[in-house]
T-cell receptor
Framework: AQTVTQSQPEMSVQEAETVTLSCTYDTSENNYYLFWYKQPPSRQMILVIR??????QNATENRFSVNFQKAAKSFSLKISDSQLGDTAMYFCLYRGNTGTASKLTFGTGTRLQVTL | KAGVTQTPRYLIKTRGQQVTLSCSPISGHRSVSWYQQTPGQGLQFLFEYFSETQRNKGNFPGRFSGRQFSNSRSEMNVSTLELGDSALYLCASSGGSTGEQYFGPGTRLTVT
C-alpha cells in the first residue's frame, strides 16, 4: 500500500522569504503522479503543482517549484517570495497510474503561516 | 468551464439516519472521487468512479457507498450514520491522463 508522509505539521515563514515543505512516499509502482494541493481557510482544495514520475525535470509553476527525487521517494515543494495569501494547509497527494486500481493517498498536511 | 459542484453544502443528520450527497463534475470529466476530511484522520480516500464503474475503493465500511450516472454525476450514500461520520466530504473530478483532481467546495455533514 502506498503511504505519504509529511513530517512538518506546521511551518512559518516571513513574507518574501522562501520555504520548503517536505513530502516522502512509499510505493512499489514505477509510474505514478504526485501533486501538491493548497487548502486555505475556505476549505477549497486548490491544485498547486503536479509531477509525473517518468519526467526527470522538476515541475515549476510561477513561485512554486518541486524537488522530485524518485530514487529517494521524495517530493518537496518550494515556495519562493512567500505571500500572505500562501497561508494555508498544504497536502501532498500520490496517485498511481490512472489505468490501475491505485488508491489516491494524501499526506497528513503541513500548516503554513506566512507572517509580515 | 464551470467547476465541480456539490450539494448540499451543509447537512445535519441524526444518528441512525442515512444521507445522500451529490457531486457534479467538470463538463467532460469522466472520473469522480470522494474523500472524507476530519481533524483526526485527515483526508481519506473513499472511492473513485470512472464511466459509471467503481475503479478504486478506500478502507471504509460498507455503510459508505456510491454510484455514478451516465452523465458522470455521482452520488455518495452513507447509511446508519454514526457520530464519527461528521466530516467535510469532498468530491473531485478528473479528466486528463495525469489524473489531477479538481475539487468541489465540499459538503459539511454533522451527525448529532
Amino acid at each position: 500500500a502506498q503511504t505519504v508522509t509529511q513530517s512538518q505539521p506546521e511551518m512559518s515563514v516571513q513574507e518574501a522569504e522562501t520555504v520548503t515543505l517536505s513530502c516522502t512516499y512509499d510505493t512499489s509502482e514505477n509510474n505514478y503522479y504526485l501533486f501538491w494541493y493548497k487548502q486555505p481557510p475556505s476549505r477549497q482544495m486548490i491544485l498547486v503543482i503536479r509531477q509525473e514520475a517518468y519526467k526527470q525535470q522538476n515541475a515549476t509553476e510561477n513561485r512554486f517549484s518541486v524537488n522530485f527525487q524518485k530514487a529517494a521517494k521524495s517530493f518537496s515543494l518550494k515556495i519562493s517570495d512567500s505571500q500572505l495569501g500562501d497561508t494555508a494547509m498544504y497536502f501532498c497527494l500520490y496517485r498511481g497510474n490512472t489505468g490501475t486500481a491505485s488508491k489516491l493517498t494524501f499526506g497528513t498536511g503541513t500548516r503554513l503561516q506566512v507572517t509580515l | 468551464k464551470a467547476g465541480v459542484t456539490q450539494t448540499p453544502r451543509y447537512l445535519i443528520k441524526t444518528r441512525g439516519q442515512q444521507v445522500t450527497l451529490s457531486c457534479s463534475p467538470i463538463s467532460g470529466h469522466r472520473s469522480v472521487s470522494w474523500y472524507q476530511q476530519t481533524p483526526g484522520q485527515g483526508l481519506q480516500f473513499l472511492f473513485e468512479y470512472f464511466s459509471e464503474t467503481q475503479r478504486n475503493k478506500g478502507n471504509f465500511p460498507g455503510r459508505f457507498s456510491g454510484r455514478q450516472f451516465s452523465n458522470s454525476r455521482s452520488e455518495m450514500n452513507v447509511s446508519t450514520l454514526e457520530l464519527g461520520d461528521s466530516a467535510l466530504y469532498l468530491c473531485a473530478s478528473s479528466g486528463g491522463s495525469t489524473g489531477e483532481q479538481y475539487f468541489g467546495p465540499g459538503t459539511r455533514l454533522t451527525v448529532t
